[in-house]
């Protein structure tokens, strides 16, 4: 259902709009840095379809990004993303400048510490304390009833529910599927960084998971055949270059050694100049089964 998108790029010109909207129902969020895929918009229709009003925003934060990352050469692509919220019947985008979200600069920081330093946060510190705190920052701008994250970026999803959680947030944090390619590969706005030939090799990420979850779907219960089975798999790929590949707790993020419970089978790896990530959730019992974070 297509309606007309308004613009907000100051938390003045959000309140504004939104104000009014709040007594028709619950009010659905969908934060994003933009350049958005499929993934995102999967996002945008479960609002839509479960609050009577949907927001989303774009905000590259520069707090998440460290020295030498690619804060200046993420894609911004505004106005195709505008025009493709605005198909899938988004009310809102909240469009701010950095200064409008750090008007003195990051400097007061949200970081839930038992996470942050863990998978992704071993190899890019600080990054999940700039995203934890404009996932804060923004939650409680919009205010809204439910905010909706993708399972790719299960610790992410993860860390922001214990946040919320531990600093008595009201809203309700919805986890969705994975949204992927027709090879397998997770969608990512990275993606568009891969040349032919990269884009070639990522889809192994996803077989190198799928060929770990089969060990485990053997009766394997120790981890760490597991993780060799995918890391054997991703070393078929002489362009994918891994940072980890592990088998973790669902709860706390930390390496199990035997492969039962809740639990996110998880790989980090570079493609040319895009860091990519993926994983799968699993429930290990006398079955595996795939679960959300």
């Known amino acids: ?156 999803a993860v860390i922001v529910r214990r946040m919320v959680a531990g600093l008595f947030g009201r809203w309700t944090i919805r986890v969705l599927p994975t949204v992927r390619e027709k090879d397998g590969l997770a969608m990512s706005s990275r993606n568009r960084y891969l040349d032919p030939s990269e884009r070639g090799a990522a889809p192994v990420l996803f077989r190198a998971l799928v060929e770990g979850k089969r060990v485990l779907e053997r009766g394997e219960r120790l981890a760490g055949m597991a993780v060799r089975a995918a890391s054997e798999t991703l070393s078929q790929e002489p362009l994918v270059r891994p940072e980890y590949v592990a088998l973790v707790s669902l709860a706390d993020l930390r390496p199990v050694e035997e492969a039962r419970g809740d639990l996110l089978f998880a790989i980090a790896a570079r493609v040319g100049k895009a860091r990519l990530i993926d994983n799968l959730a699993l429930r290990v019992g006398e079955r595996v089964l795939e679960i959300l974070p």
């Open 1 to 156: 259902m297509s309606r007309t998108l308004r613009v907000a790029r100051t938390r003045r010109e959000l309140e504004a709009l939104i104000g009014g909207l709040r007594r028709e129902g619950p009010i659905g969020f969908v934060p994003t840095m933009g350049a958005l895929h499929e993934g995102h918009l999967s996002l945008v229709r479960a609002s839509v379809a479960e609050c009577a009003r949907t927001v989303a925003s774009i905000f590259v934060n520069p707090a998440q990004f460290g020295p030498g990352e690619d804060l200046a050469a993420y894609p911004r692509p505004w106005e195709e993303d505008r025009a493709l919220l605005e198909a899938e019947g988004t009310d809102i985008l909240f469009l701010p400048a950095s200064e409008e979200i750090y008007p003195a600069g990051p400097r007061a920081f949200i970081e839930v510490e038992d996470l942050s330093g863990l998978l992704c946060g071993a190899f890019r510190p600080g990054h999940f304390r700039g995203v934890a705190t404009v996932v804060w920052k923004l939650l409680q701008i919009v205010d809204p009833a439910f905010a909706y994250f993708g399972a790719k970026d299960a610790q992410q």
